[in-house]
C-alpha cells in the first residue's frame, strides 16, 4: 500500500487549494482514506475521511462547510477540495488509511491508521 499528497502550496486568506491522494495497492480491504495536518509544534489532527462508496464523509468542525472530500476510484485518487482558507490552516497535510473498517467516532484519529503518504505543505498567508 502506497500513498502520495500533493497539490500543496503558498495561498492568500480566503483562497482555495485542491489537495489530492494517489494511492496503490489499495484493495476492498482498505475502505477508508482519511486526510490529516499537522502544524508546527502541534499534534496531527483529522480533517476528513471517506469511505470506499463515498457513503460517509466525516469532517472536522474546523473544516466543515470549507473543506469537501471526494474520491475517485478509477484514478485511484482522493481529492480535498479547500476553500476559504484561514492561516490557521497552515500546516503539512497527509493522507492516510489502514486495513479494516473503523467505526465512524474514529475515523478522524490519526492512531487508528497505519499507511501513511507523504506529507504536502500548505500554507495560508498574505
Known amino acids: 500500500v502506497q500513498l502520495q499528497a500533493f497539490g500543496g502550496g503558498l495561498v492568500q486568506p480566503g483562497g482555495s487549494l485542491r489537495l489530492s491522494c494517489a494511492f496503490s495497492?489499495?484493495?476492498?480491504?482498505?475502505?477508508?482514506i482519511a486526510w490529516f495536518r499537522q502544524a508546527p509544534g502541534k499534534e496531527r489532527e483529522g480533517v476528513s475521511s471517506?469511505?470506499?462508496?463515498?457513503?460517509?464523509?466525516r469532517y472536522a468542525d474546523s473544516v466543515k462547510g470549507r473543506f469537501t472530500i471526494s474520491r475517485d476510484n478509477a484514478k485511484n485518487t482522493v481529492y480535498l477540495q479547500m476553500n476559504y482558507l484561514k492561516p490557521e490552516d497552515t500546516a503539512v497535510y497527509y493522507c492516510a488509511t489502514r486495513r479494516g473498517r473503523l467505526i465512524t467516532g474514529e475515523r478522524l484519529s490519526a492512531n487508528q491508521y497505519s499507511h501513511w503518504g507523504q506529507g504536502t505543505e500548505v500554507t495560508v498567508s498574505s
Open positions: 471517506i469511505s470506499r462508496s463515498d457513503a460517509n464523509l
Open positions: 495497492g489499495v484493495t476492498l480491504d482498505y475502505p477508508i
